[in-house]
């Protein structure tokens, strides 16, 4: 019978990457984010890249899925809508007002001029890299790639 893992060896903070700019990357990265919260996990979302894109305003209503999924974008949103799932820009929204810490990256605002008044969320910080690496390499984290 395997041992049950002391409270302090467990994981309590996901961290998660979010770098893909479809329908089908952004519900998985904020259903992981509002459930760990959820669960009392400390939960960070670092967007880069095509992930920027459920970030900046005016451009989550546009997503797509992405071709390997096999649905067009109207067949999709009627799935997550018969399946009563909120819209992403919804959910990001109850990300963040569950705690969860929205990251910018700051070298892709960089590459493709975005300031945060751009930023859908108001309480986003920007940050680079070398945070994320911080945030990743804590042993206490799971740390994921979407």
């Given at each position: 019978?395997?041992?049950?893992?002391?409270r302090?060896?467990?994981?309590n903070?996901?961290?998660l990457?979010?770098?893909k700019?479809?329908?089908d990357?952004?519900?998985?990265a904020?259903?992981?984010?509002?459930t760990?919260?959820?669960q009392g996990?400390?939960?960070?979302?670092?967007?880069?890249?095509?992930?920027?894109?459920?970030?900046?305003?005016?451009?989550?209503?546009?997503?797509?899925p992405?071709?390997?999924?096999?649905?067009?974008?109207?067949?999709?949103?009627?799935?997550?809508?018969?399946?009563?799932?909120?819209?992403?820009?919804?959910?990001?929204?109850m990300?963040?007002?569950?705690?969860?810490?929205?990251?910018?990256?700051?070298?892709?605002?960089?590459?493709?001029?975005?300031?945060?008044e751009n930023?859908?969320?108001?309480?986003?910080?920007?940050?680079?890299?070398?945070t994320?690496?911080?945030?990743a390499?804590?042993?206490?984290?799971?740390?994921?790639?979407?």
């Open positions: 019978m395997q041992e049950a893992v002391e302090s060896e467990m994981k903070k996901l961290v990457v979010v770098s700019g479809t329908m990357a952004a519900y998985p904020l259903i992981l984010a509002t760990a919260a959820a996990m400390e939960v960070f979302m670092y967007f880069t890249f095509g992930g920027m894109k459920l970030l900046t305003k005016g451009q989550a209503e546009t997503l797509e992405s071709k390997d999924i096999g649905l067009s974008t109207e067949q999709l949103k009627g799935l997550i809508s018969k399946g009563g799932m909120p819209s992403v820009d919804q959910m990001l929204q990300a963040s007002e569950s705690g969860v810490h929205i990251n910018a990256c700051s070298p892709t605002m960089k590459l493709f001029g975005t300031t945060k930023l859908t969320i108001p309480n986003a910080d920007v940050v680079g890299a070398a994320f690496l911080e945030w390499s804590d042993p206490s984290a799971i740390t994921l790639f979407i």
